[in-house]
């Protein structure tokens, strides 16, 4: 489609914002199409499907969003024409549509930056000194010093964040720019210890390029993958580096909303101490997952081995000689059984309790060379944004074709997989490791190393339930005795609302319903559909509670629009929050 062509469109989008009512809007909207905002319109993340919600939205928010000066963007980095700036009357905003016979398939809109706050950066960077004599000058190391003393006691923080991972200090970074007084918390004795304490073999899956972290991206000789303790020492220098204020070594033990005043009573546990503080905002940044989950099997008190779970694996250095099981079989698991048979265990065995997607690292390395991400011309700002403008009921068709293409590149691979007695899965609707990562955020492993020895039988595979475990290993239900010196169970966690119970209370975690998941229908996500990640980056059901989650790519992209949510919540910003109702799940758009 002429990039003409695109702009009469935008001209038509204007005039329909600034009359909803009397818009035609099946003039502009196919009959499938999607509308995907996030945060520009609706003060929420929401996609809407199909011109009928496309004008229902329009009708209740177009009003208060006032948006304008909708102009074409023809330099966007690896844009096709489609791109788009516009202002509303609290923020800029960048656009992209794509049409079909002059009606719009695809939109997204997407927050950019308040009018008015906008970020101490560049040219309107701070002086830092003031360049003249002043009796008892105040430094930067006496301000930070003091601000650091009396945040949490003489000044509350307008917002909260539990959880010190990639999570917590993406956000905190992008609040402490905007100039929101943010507290970090974490249980941990400093920050990166989450990643720093898990077994030693552990490193990322994802490129580097899709890792980095806002303001301050990986050096270019970074390696390609990243080892859990060089992550680690990268999130304690970040933490320095952007001056956030992190307790450390504090528990969060209750918090009560209080509607009269609008605010958190928190209390938390610190140096010996019980302490209570008052945000305006509590964010939950304690990872994609709940508490650990552990299968109660019978007989498990009986054991005399060791037996944990995979986030409490030290490592396999002591597991010489030792015969091993491990419970699960997707990414943890994989990585263990590896790890302990690099540590010369006398017999590594998987216990596979269901089919598990399997994709080569290799492979996603080969195909991921062109993603927007990885090319250098393009920023990750703007490769962020030409990845969000896929709506995810069009992404299920894509992952589906995309599945198919690995099946075929790796199909002897795959065989000899199978053929080891390990059982395969490609996915539910054979869409994929994304999928599944979008979905439950389980089910799959990404191989590096460990297909091979699982193929070549170092690694043994046993499918079926477990009867008992008995004090010298564990009875499979047909009757097999799997001798075991040590047990791990890898086999994941409970559901990341769960913290919202046990920090809050049971009814606000049903209030708020599930944390990540679409509404596919499928395994582990129940609808209805969504088509965005449940309760993630944006307002829940209860008031002044947020979650900030996902990987690495997630946390930079998203920690933005929760920033500016939050931002325009304290300057007292009119946010109108748009709630679309939940659709039916229904098949994927083919690729």
Request: aromatic share 10%.
């Amino acid at each position: 489609m002429a990039i003409a062509d695109k702009g009469a469109w935008l001209n038509r989008f204007q005039s329909a914002l600034a009359h909803p009512e009397a818009a035609e809007w099946r003039a502009l909207f196919a009959d499938q199409c999607y509308w995907r905002d996030l945060v520009a319109f609706t003060w929420n993340i929401v996609t809407l499907e199909g011109p009928d919600a496309v004008a229902a939205m329009a009708r209740r928010q177009a009003a208060a969003a006032g948006a304008t000066a909708f102009r074409l963007d023809p330099e966007m980095p690896g844009g096709d024409g489609g791109w788009f700036d516009f202002e509303t009357r609290a923020a800029r905003c960048k656009g992209h549509v794509e049409l079909k016979d002059g009606r719009c398939t695809t939109l997204l809109t997407a927050i950019v930056e308040l009018k008015g706050f906008e970020e101490p950066a560049g040219r309107n960077r701070i002086d830092g000194l003031v360049h003249k004599a002043v009796r008892r000058r105040r430094t930067w190391l006496d301000e930070r010093q003091e601000h650091a003393r009396t945040l949490g006691h003489e000044r509350q923080p307008y917002c909260l964040i539990v959880g010190a991972g990639q999570n917590g200090l993406a956000l905190a970074a992008r609040l402490k720019r905007l100039g929101v007084p943010t507290l970090v918390v974490d249980a941990h004795e400093r920050p990166g210890d989450a990643w720093r304490k898990r077994y030693k073999t552990l490193y990322l899956h994802d490129p580097i390029w899709l890792d980095h972290f806002p303001y301050l991206p990986f050096p270019d000789h970074w390696p390609l993958y990243t080892s859990k303790d060089k992550m680690a020492d990268w999130l304690e220098a970040y933490a320095k580096l952007m001056e956030l204020d992190v307790w450390s070594s504090t528990v969060c033990t209750k918090a009560r909303f209080d509607e009269a005043r609008g605010e958190w009573e928190v209390t938390v546990e610190r140096g010996g101490e019980r302490l209570s503080l008052r945000p305006t905002q509590l964010v939950l940044a304690t990872g994609l997952s709940g508490g650990k989950s552990v299968p109660e099997i019978p007989g498990a008190e009986s054991f005399k081995g060791q037996q944990y779970h995979s986030g409490d694996h030290p490592g396999g250095e002591d597991m010489t000689g030792r015969r091993c099981v491990v419970i699960g079989s997707n990414n943890s698991a994989h990585d263990i059984c590896v790890d302990l048979w690099e540590n010369h265990a006398a017999s590594v065995t998987m216990i596979q309790r269901s089919p598990t997607i399997v994709v080569r690292a290799d492979t996603m390395r080969n195909l991921s060379g062109d993603i927007p991400h990885a090319r250098k011309e393009i920023p990750t700002e703007a490769a962020d944004l030409l990845d969000a403008a896929t709506p995810y009921r069009l992404r299920t068709g894509i992952q589906v074709a995309g599945t198919r293409y690995i099946r075929g590149l790796d199909a002897e691979f795959y065989d000899r997989l199978e053929g080891s007695g390990f059982q395969l899965s490609h996915g539910e609707d054979e869409s994929g490791f994304f999928m599944a990562y979008w979905r439950r955020a389980a089910g799959y492993y990404i191989d590096v190393g460990g297909s091979d020895l699982i193929i070549e039988g170092e690694i043994a595979v046993r499918s079926g339930g477990i009867r008992a475990i008995e004090p010298d290993g564990l009875r499979m239900a047909d009757g097999e005795l799997l001798p075991a010196d040590l047990i791990v169970y890898a086999t994941g966690y409970r559901p990341m609302s769960e913290w919202a119970a046990k920090l809050i209370s049971p009814d606000v975690e049903a209030r708020i319903g599930p944390c990540w998941g679409l509404g596919s229908g499928t395994r582990g996500d129940p609808g209805p559909w969504e088509g965005e990640l449940r309760n993630m980056w944006k307002p829940t059901r209860q008031p002044n509670l947020w979650f900030q989650g996902g990987n690495l790519a997630q946390s930079r992209f998203h920690s933005l629009h929760l920033a500016l949510q939050l931002k325009a919540r304290m300057e007292g910003l009119s946010t109108p929050v748009y709630w679309p109702e939940p659709a039916e799940a229904s098949d994927p758009v083919p690729a």
